[in-house]
């Protein structure tokens, strides 16, 4: 058999050589490799790509942030991460964070979300963390947070949790008050003076802050550029505006607590269409998974077409592809089912009349 | 990166059939068929049980399969779908 030689290997074994570190009478060392994750990081981030499309950046934070604390090289004193991410709506912030959840524990529920709108006024923060004694109702206040709802998706594997706070600016600045302490000393103190720790949480906060300019930025085109620098420089534009408006809108000690601010980029066309592919391929999981009558369906190109059509926007992002796959695919697909159109592993096809119109088609091609 | 594979199922509760599918990881596709196929057949069970040995030979004939098509996507028109599964119909069975 040929023995063929490696350029690359040949380049390798030369570079060796010549270290000075390894020539004869040194200590034998061996060259490390700093960019290779950790078997659970590799599966996190392929769990990433195959739920999120593009926000490579905020794929990493998160990445970064379990790695440091799976190896044990997260701030002992404060929690396993916390990011603020920053971005229009629509681009996935969110959906990254269950995501992350989906990665970890198999389920993209296994979070504390708290939704900030739901925390508007200064009281409401009993909610979270039980109203304190004297109060009328104090027993009966339960907190949101105790620690055994943080602890409540702990495996033995991995004593990790995730606390989402929904749309942040929305919230009262006494949440952003209470957050300060969480930041920074990693513990928090509720009605009831119980303590829970937060050492083993990543803190993710959203927020559309900016998003007002941000579209009219987006829709007021700036100039006749080709697409892909048109779409850096706004891109550029569009972290700036974001930034600057977290910093306004945020007291200086509560940006300064942030290990991370990451700004969503707009979703381009071509990323919508991998999202679409994601969102029907979900569809389909939930119909062969759930349906009474599992089935099979493809949408031909001129169906997808429409969908991208009614459900893009550059201004909302992919927001509403969910409510246009709803409209044109499941109503229709679950009236199918339910009038008896559709049989056992039926293959269903989605394409479009010349009219625009919606036609399903049935394939007869059993064995 | 999705592709168009042929899905071929024999055994559970229905005939042998085979379908077109669009798969992107097909490991975690043919999990979730297996797990679709044996739904069925337990909830069938419900109505007509089985013994343990007649439970063993189902799952042991249970054949979830893809085969290449060939295509990145469902073909645009019915000819070349038509065409694909006279293909597999051929060298299946």
């Known amino acids: 058999m040929p023995f063929k030689?490696?350029?690359?290997?040949?380049?390798?074994?030369?570079?060796?050589?010549?270290?000075?570190r390894i020539k004869k009478g040194h200590v034998p060392v061996r060259l490390l490799d700093p960019t290779i994750n950790s078997p659970e990081v590799k599966n996190l981030l392929q769990?990433?790509?195959?739920?999120?499309?593009?926000?490579?950046?905020?794929?990493?934070?998160?990445?970064?942030?379990?790695?440091?604390?799976?190896?044990?090289?997260?701030?002992p004193n404060r929690p396993a991460g916390n990011v603020l991410f920053l971005g229009g709506t629509g681009t996935g912030k969110t959906a990254t964070v269950e995501a992350l959840a989906e990665g970890l524990f198999g389920n993209r529920r296994a979070m504390i979300k708290i939704d900030c709108a739901e925390y508007q006024h200064g009281h409401e923060i009993s909610k979270l963390v039980g109203s304190p004694p004297g109060y009328l109702g104090h027993r009966e206040t339960h907190p949101l947070l105790t620690q055994e709802a943080l602890e409540e998706f702990h495996t033995k594997k991995l004593e990790l949790s995730i606390l989402l706070f929904d749309e942040i600016e929305k919230s009262s600045d006494t949440l952003w008050n209470l957050l300060l302490g969480i930041l920074d000393k990693a513990s928090l103190t509720l009605g009831d003076n119980r303590?829970?720790?937060?050492?083993?949480?990543?803190?993710?906060?959203?927020?559309?802050?900016?998003?007002?300019?941000?579209?009219?930025?987006?829709?007021?085109?700036?100039?006749?550029?080709?697409?892909?620098?048109?779409?850096?420089?706004l891109d550029s534009q569009l972290d700036t505006i974001a930034k600057d408006a977290a910093k306004r809108k945020f007291s200086p000690e509560f940006f300064n607590r942030l290990n991370n601010v990451t700004v969503f980029h707009s979703l381009t066309e071509d990323m919508v269409k991998s999202i679409l592919d994601i969102e029907i391929k979900q569809l389909w999981e939930r119909f062969v998974l759930n349906s009474k009558i599992p089935f099979f369906f493809h949408v031909r190109k001129s169906a997808r077409a429409v969908i991208l059509k009614e459900g893009f926007d550059r201004v909302y992002g992919a927001r509403y592809l969910k409510r246009a796959l709803e409209k044109r695919i499941v109503t229709p697909l679950s009236?199918?089912?339910?009038?008896?159109?559709?049989?056992?592993?039926?293959?269903?096809?989605?394409?479009?009349?010349?009219?625009?119109?919606?036609?399903?088609?049935?394939?007869?091609?059993?064995? | 990166m999705s592709r168009l594979l042929m899905l071929y199922v024999k055994g559970g509760s229905s005939e042998?059939?085979?379908?077109?599918?669009?798969?992107?990881?097909?490991?975690?596709?043919?999990?979730?068929?297996?797990?679709?196929?044996?739904?069925?057949?337990?909830?069938?069970?419900?109505?007509?049980?089985?013994?343990?040995?007649?439970?063993?030979?189902?799952?042991?004939?249970?054949?979830?399969?893809?085969?290449?098509?060939?295509?990145?996507?469902?073909?645009?028109?019915?000819?070349?779908?038509?065409?694909?599964?006279?293909?597999?119909?051929a060298s299946i069975s």
């Open chain 1, 5 to 20: 030689v490696n350029p690359t290997m040949v380049e390798r074994v030369r570079t060796l050589w010549n270290d000075t």
């Open chain 1, 47 to 75: 769990t990433f790509d195959s739920l999120i499309v593009g926000q490579t950046e905020a794929k990493q934070v998160l990445a970064n942030a379990v790695e440091a604390y799976q190896s044990g090289f997260a701030d």
């Open chain 1, 195 to 233: 303590r829970i720790d937060f050492r083993k949480v990543i803190i993710v906060m959203t927020s559309n802050l900016g998003s007002a300019q941000m579209e009219k930025l987006a829709t007021g085109g700036i100039g006749f550029s080709a697409p892909e620098v048109q779409s850096a420089i």
């Open chain 1, 335 to 367: 009236r199918l089912v339910a009038s008896g159109q559709i049989h056992n592993n039926a293959s269903i096809v989605i394409d479009t009349a010349p009219n625009g119109d919606f036609q399903f088609y049935i394939e007869e091609n059993n064995v």
């Open chain 2, 16 to 89: 042998p059939y085979y379908r077109l599918v669009s798969v992107e990881d097909p490991v975690r596709f043919l999990g979730i068929m297996r797990a679709r196929v044996l739904k069925d057949q337990i909830n069938k069970m419900d109505e007509n049980p089985l013994t343990d040995e007649a439970q063993a030979n189902a799952l042991r004939t249970l054949k979830v399969k893809l085969y290449e098509t060939g295509y990145k996507d469902y073909p645009d028109t019915d000819e070349e779908v038509a065409k694909l599964y006279r293909r597999f119909r």
